[in-house]
Every structure is written in C-alpha cells, then in structure tokens.
C-alpha cells in the first residue's frame, strides 16, 4: 500500500519575502526532486482542502483565528511577530497546511491508506493557542490530531516532533490534554526556548546541545521517547516532521543525516504498527537546506513505508 502524499499549489504563493528563509523554494526542492525518484511511484497524489473555522476553532482561541484571517492584506505585508508575516495569499496557504493533516486522518481512519505526509507551509508547531511565532500561523498538526480525537472517537493519539526546534505550540495546545501524547527532541539551548523544563506524564522532552550527532539522538529515543510512547499505546500517530536537524542545515547546529530521520521514522512506524493499525500522519515543518530537505523528505517517506 502507497502513501497518501497531501500538497496544494497554494502552498507555494505565502510569500515570506526575499531572504527568508521558510520560503516557497522549501515546496518546490520537494517537489521537484521526487518525481526522479522511486518513491515517487508509491505515491498517491491528494490535494490538500481548506481547514474550517471550525477545525481551527478546536485548538485555537476563536478570537485569534479570526484575527488571522482578517489581517491577511490585499498588498503588501502584516506581521504576526517579527519572523511571522502574512501576504496576499498566505492565508489560504496557512488553511491548506492545516487542512492537510485533517485530510490525512480522514484517509487512514478510512483505511484508504495506511500513512500520509503533508508536504505543506507554512509549517505551523510554534502556533500557540493564541499565537503566531517561528513562521507559524496555525498549529496544523495539533489541528489534525484533535479533529482525529472528536471525529473518530480516539482516546489516545501521539505527537512526535524531531524538528531542531522544540514544538511549542504543539505542548501549549496539548499540556492539560491527557489525551495526546506529545514528544520533542530539539537543540537547546535554542529558539523558541522552551521545553527543557517541562514535567508532564504525556509530555516527554529531550532537550540536545549543539553539535549532536545521531548516536545521541537516537539513544534519546531508544532511551526516552520510545518506551514512553509504547506504554501510551496511541490509536494512531503523528509526526512533526522537521528535518533543520540536518548537518547541512543553516539555522541550527545539529548534526543528523538522512539515516537519522529514518531511522526514528522507522522506530515511530513500528510503534504505529503495533498499537495503531499502522495509522501514521507526517506533516511537514522546518528544513531550510533545500538539498538536504529534498534527501530527507525522501528517506522518511522511505521509512514510512
């Protein structure tokens, strides 16, 4: 069985402005890359569809939705927080990402297929509940995972972000939810600055100094993440998957390959496998060295098969 691979065109038009980094050049290294490749064949093709108010509502303050959507300009540029902007059509793109990962659960709950990847932006784990920061507007994986819990009567769903960065959107979200299990390896110290400290029993942070390599990073699953989120036994699974943990990559300073990321994506797929039915949402988040993005995009979706 295939992969369900969720994307839309709109994705490509939130323009960020010359020189940022989370631009529309993230999308099109993708998928520009993977039509060579043969894993491009074991992908079936979705268009992502708009996430609702509604939907957004579940995870997000109703007055802060609404701002959003009503601060997208005609021309020019708003800014949400000194890195977060909007432009003319950065909204639908913002409503795409997140209405990508509830396309995603719709699929495999139906059993249509048993994993997806949302090749989406802007990504959205620093997305609080009430907001924007890191590039993010709406929290697209936290939008899915909550639709999953009410639409389909789930009592446990997990969140596993190895984004360089530490989810913190995704943990405001979820703190006081026993009902998701979420974890995150990220740099520290390092942008947004959180996580180190938490202390939470669905709650599981790894936090790994600069210079970390993948014997490290993996013992933090093999160690940590791992054996907490069997013992969760999660009825399906998510991923933040943020590949700015590369060595390549210009904003951080860890040191993982295209092995690493799927390695834990293989680690994560077994867990889906054994307590999920196999069901595994990947939704995509940082990565801004445009080759090592592309090579690691491929080699999760490799894992995830």
Known sequence: ??????????????????????????????????????????????????????????????DYVDAVIAAEPGEGRVYLDPDTSMAP??????LRAAGSVVKGVDLVMSADVKRAFCCVRPCGHHAEIARAMGFCLFNNVA???????????????AIVDFDVHHGNGTEDIFRNDAAVFFSSTFQHPFYPGSGADTRSDHIVNVPLPAGTRG??????????????????????LFISAGFDAHNDDPLAQLCLLEEDFAWATGK???????????????VLEGGYSLPALARSVEAHLEAML
């Open 89 to 94: 059509h950065s909204l639908n793109a913002a």
């Open 1 to 62: 069985m295939g992969i369900a691979f969720i994307s839309h065109p709109d994705c490509e038009l939130h323009d960020t402005g010359a020189g940022h980094p989370e631009s529309p050049a993230r999308i099109r290294a993708v998928l520009d890359y993977l039509p060579s490749r043969d894993i491009w064949h074991r992908l079936m093709q979705y268009d992502a569809p708009l996430a609702s108010r509604e939907q957004l509502y579940r995870v997000h303050d109703r």
């Open 215 to 236: 014997e490290e990073f993996r013992a933090a699953y093999e160690e940590r993440i791992l054996p907490a989120l069997n013992s969760f036994e999660p009825e399906l």
């Open 268 to 282: 994560i797929r077994d867990v889906a496998d054994e307590h999920a039915r196999g069901r595994l949402v990947s």
């Open 143 to 157: 939008v899915g995972a909550r639709y999953a819990l009410d639409r389909y009567g789930l009592s446990r769903v």
